[in-house]
């Protein structure tokens, strides 16, 4: 079982419970396990920013998040579709919870404005996910979980592990890939830095939860 480690138990308010946390997800499946804790959690007219560089794992997350909403179809990059709504299974966990609407806000300001988005379908039923959404999604909601997800500074390429540890896909050549979506090249496995801030939401929520789930562990 891959491990993640708590960097730091996150900054509490004085007189309340933590708003932050800082989890470290050493495979991809420990980034999922993170976003499925986060979307346990999550209720419709919550709003998440994406934040990181291409590659960093910001859809890798969403597909967790996805699986803590009861979402079963596959979460794939938005990048051309802008915005996608998914709703959860009807014979998952959740069957009436909200709509994860995912969005990728990557071409917004080069020649694309926010309002193309078309986000006006009913917030308060979904659960939005913003891919590159800092400094955007802020306007649909006073409040917002805030993720950002960095490759660890001071990382040595050399000291990553060598072999893939995706397992990789069976080549299928009867399937042609979709012809909308490039695939997309999949990165070596490497610790990501996942930092979650809580930013004017009053809705609490158990963030060292997530960290135990980055880490695989059961609950204390
Ligand atoms: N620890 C990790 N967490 C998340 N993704 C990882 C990790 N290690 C390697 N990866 C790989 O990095 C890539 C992240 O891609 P993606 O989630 O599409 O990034 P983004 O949406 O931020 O551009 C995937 O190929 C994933 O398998
Ligand atoms: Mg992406």
Do not use: I, N
Not at 84 to 92: E, L, V
Not at 168 to 186: D, F, L, T, W
């Amino acid at each position: 079982m891959p491990e993640a480690r708590a960097a730091d138990p996150g900054t509490a308010a004085p007189d309340g419970p933590a708003r932050e946390v800082t989890v470290v997800c050493p495979t991809p499946e420990a980034t999922r396990a993170l976003g499925e804790a986060l979307g346990a959690r999550l209720a419709g007219g919550d709003v998440v920013v994406l934040d990181g560089p291409l590659g960093a794992g910001k859809t890798t997350l969403t597909q967790g998040l996805a699986r803590g909403l009861g979402v079963t179809s596959p979460v794939t990059s938005p990048t051309f579709v802008l915005a996608r709504h998914q709703r959860p299974d009807p014979a998952g966990p959740r069957p009436d919870g909200p709509v994860l609407l995912h969005v990728d806000a990557y071409r917004v300001g080069d020649g694309l404005e926010w309002d193309d988005l078309d986000l006006d379908s009913d917030l308060d039923a979904s659960v939005v996910v913003v891919e590159w959404g800092a400094g955007l999604a802020e306007r649909l909601a006073p409040g917002l979980v805030r993720v950002t997800l960095r490759r660890p500074e001071g990382g040595d390429p050399a000291s990553e592990p060598s072999e893939p540890s995706e397992p990789s896909e069976p080549v299928e050549p009867s399937e042609p890939s979709e012809p909308s979506e490039p695939s997309e090249p999949s990165e070596p496995v490497a610790p990501r830095t996942v930092h979650v801030r809580l930013e004017g939401r009053t809705r609490p929520l158990d963030l060292a939860a997530l960290a135990r789930a980055a880490a695989q562990e059961p609950p204390p």
